[in-house]
């Protein structure tokens, strides 16, 4: 029997198509009927090729035929083609281009082409216009064409002929009851995406393109709906899951209060019973602590820690860098060891015997807290009792390596322990989440909020000064010293590169020890040896070194009250949160501080929107918010460290009403519709239910 090579190629075909069409995300009929347009093209109008001449800068379509096709090689190799009508000729040029296109452009064939006129080196031109070969006198399009996110391989064509496969073969019924509908004057869902793959001639065209139209609103309505109920609905099965309950706040939790040299704000004492109550339940706390730089998440994580090890079991806390591990672990052991807590330290950088000793000691249930980098997480780390996971600085942390972290509690349990529970877990962040980010992007999370500082912290002034002006500034930090206080210089990452960063960081290090003979300089930076680097740390913590020359490494976990100057140089590189973060370096003392930002001249619009928001507030919140405005939520969230895909409709900063409006019909059809919740969850998210978090 001869080979079936004919029909196995169509097939072959069809699945490249399909995996290319499967990187895009869509996968099913309704993943393509739910992928809208990004903009449109209005090919409704034909201009003269000698009128289009004198639109520059504003697209307009024309149609001629081709006078000739040639592949010219100077002064690079470039597909250049003349058209004509009656008006005038135009060159469609193209940089990139297949031998196909070639012969399908060759002279006498008439084409449509659609692009921004301008005039260069063949008289008036396009370059890598839109066209396609039309006959004579075809008529032409009545509505706006659609133009699709695409990807490689997948033309325009090919998207719009596959979509409207797709819109035969659907089911349109509704997902919403006609009441909602009714009551939030909604669109159905029908017309609403049929006006929006094909809108029709009247349409208005502003409220299309800026996406105010009403067939825009029920997709971001939509949208919104299906991740405020997937996000509850993750809520829900958290709650079915077991927890160990740790109920008792006993004699290490009191003691540990007593102890404290200071009292706990009002905002850490609400925060705390929070916490409290959540870690009494017998399904597992998924709280988010968000605080300002400085406003003391770390002693209320730390009292989170003493309950759970008052009611038997073992926490660990778990930090992005060793600096900061290494802050927390200082900081906590201080406060925990002398009241008789065995507080383990594990990082990557222990030798093997010290490794493996501490491995012991959390798998015996010796050490009572576990502080440590992402070593936490590795294989060979068991816990005996894993009844609290504490994650600082969440946001740095992929979602894997916090589910990790939170697996290791699993089956961990001690006698008649319930087997399959998995320990509670509070996540800390000292970026603050918008009002708005958060009810979008942390619905199925329980949020506390720090929203205050402990007394005594005096307020940074800021100031932005030019490069111009360094010896003012080294002129500053040398009077700051000559005072007792000690000053950190922060050198930027310059073009992605760890080894320019540490160059110059390097070079600064230099100018600064030669031009300050009378002071002592330091340098730390992420190649410097663990040990090396905790030297550095060391002797500036104990006042050993006037001034630290410093990478972004000291970002987050050092407190030096001391250190009331900091020099971020090149300011106009960094993002805002990293500004804030920061400069929250200082001013934890008593004494007066001051921020200088260096800027290189001159500065663009965003860079100079940043740095006027550091010198005019100093409110996290408020900078978390203006950060939004600037990045937008996926920026701002970090590179997909929520584990969500971002919102492909609705916009953050002009939908917040519609946010709300999610949230609260989520609410009551969670309660109420169940079956309308699994309709609308199954058409958005094809049961991928890909906002759930760890």
């Not at 349109?172 to 029908?190: G, I, M, V, Y």
């Not at 930090?319 to 807590?341: C, D, N, S, Y």
């Not at 502080?371 to 060979?380: M, N, P, S, V, Y």
């Not at 730390?524 to 972004?552: C, S, W, Y």
Request: charged letters at 25%; glycine letters at 6%; proline letters at 5%.
């Amino acid at each position: 029997m001869p080979a079936p090579t004919k029909k196995a190629a169509p097939a072959r075909k069809k699945n490249r198509s399909e995996d290319k069409l499967a990187k895009l995300g869509l996968r099913s009929d309704m993943d393509l009927v739910l992928h809208l347009p990004m903009r449109y093209e209005d090919e409704t109008e034909i201009v003269p090729i000698r009128e289009a001449g004198f639109m520059a800068g504003t697209p307009s379509q024309v149609e001629g035929v081709v006078v000739s096709c040639d592949i010219q090689y100077r002064p690079r190799r470039q597909l250049v083609v003349t058209i004509a009508d009656d008006s005038a000729q135009l060159v469609m040029r193209f940089l990139n281009f297949y031998g196909s296109q070639v012969k399908q452009l060759e002279a006498g064939t008439r084409v449509r082409a659609r692009g921004e006129v301008r005039h260069g080196f063949f008289g008036a031109e396009m370059v890598h216009p839109t066209y396609r070969v039309v006959k004579e006198g075809e008529p032409l399009p009545t509505a706006l064409t659609p133009v699709y996110p695409s990807g490689e391989g997948l033309s325009q064509a090919f998207l719009r002929k596959a979509i409207a496969a797709a819109m035969t073969r659907i089911d349109w019924r509704d997902t919403l009851p006609p009441r909602l509908l009714e009551a939030l004057k909604l669109q159905p869902f029908e017309a609403a995406v049929r006006l929006l793959h094909n809108p029709p001639s009247d349409v208005d065209e502003h409220a299309l393109e800026d996406r105010s139209h009403s067939a825009w609103i029920r997709m971001k309505f939509d949208e919104l709906l299906a991740q405020q109920l997937s996000l509850k609905r993750a809520q829900e099965a958290r709650r079915s899951r077991e927890a160990a309950s740790l109920p008792v706040v006993g004699a290490l939790s009191e003691a540990f209060l007593a102890g404290l040299p200071f009292e706990l704000t009002a905002a850490q004492q609400r925060v705390l019973r929070e916490i409290r109550a959540d870690l009494r339940e017998s399904f597992p706390m998924q709280r988010l602590l968000q605080g300002d730089v400085g406003s003391g998440k770390t002693v209320v994580a730390a009292l989170a820690a003493a309950q759970a090890i008052d009611s038997g079991f073992q926490a660990a806390l778990m930090a992005p860098t060793e600096i900061l591990a290494e802050q927390h672990f200082r900081k906590i052991a201080q406060w925990m060891e002398p009241l008789g807590v065995q507080v383990a330290w594990l990082t990557g950088s222990l030798k093997k015997k010290e490794k493996m000793e501490a491995q012991a000691r959390i798998e015996s249930g010796a050490a009572q807290l576990v502080i440590g980098t992402h070593a936490l997480i590795q294989e060979g780390v068991q816990f005996a009792r894993l009844g609290l996971v504490i994650v600082d600085e969440q946001h740095r942390f992929g979602v894997g390596q916090r589910l990790a972290l939170r697996n290791k509690g699993k089956d961990a349990g001690g006698a008649g322990d319930t087997a399959q529970t998995v320990p509670h877990q509070l996540m800390m962040s000292a970026t603050p989440i918008p009002r708005t980010l958060a009810m979008t992007y942390y619905a199925d999370l329980e949020v506390s909020v720090i929203d205050e500082l402990p007394p005594g912290r005096t307020p940074v002034v800021t100031r932005i000064i030019d490069q111009n002006r360094r010896d003012e500034v080294i002129e500053r930090v040398h009077a700051a010293a000559l005072d007792g206080r000690q000053v950190y210089w922060v050198c930027p990452l310059i073009e992605e590169s760890e080894a320019l960063q540490l160059q110059t960081a390097t070079d600064t290090h230099a100018m600064l020890s030669a031009a300050l003979p009378d002071l002592r300089v330091g340098l730390v930076h992420g190649r410097l040896k663990p040990a090396e680097k905790q030297m550095v740390m060391d002797a500036f913590i104990r006042g050993n070194i006037h001034v630290l020359v410093a990478t972004t490494v000291i970002e987050v976990g050092v407190d030096v009250p001391n250190a009331s100057l900091m020099v971020i140089e090149h300011a106009e590189r960094f993002g805002l949160s990293q500004l804030h973060q920061l400069r929250g370096r200082v001013g934890r003392g008593a004494a007066a501080s001051v921020c200088l930002l260096l800027y290189q001249s001159p500065l663009g619009p965003v860079a100079r929107q940043r740095l006027m928001t550091m010198r005019e507030t100093t409110d996290g919140f408020e900078i978390a918010r203006r950060d939004l405005e600037i990045r937008g939520p996926g920026e701002f969230l970090g590179a997909r460290q929520s584990g969500q895909a971002m919102l492909r409709f609705a916009d953050l900063q002009t939908d917040q009403w519609l946010v709300e409006q999610a949230r609260d019909v989520a609410q009551a059809l969670l309660r109420e519709d169940p079956a309308t919740v699994d309709a609308h969850l199954a058409r958005w998210l094809g049961g991928r239910e890909d906002y759930l978090k760890a």
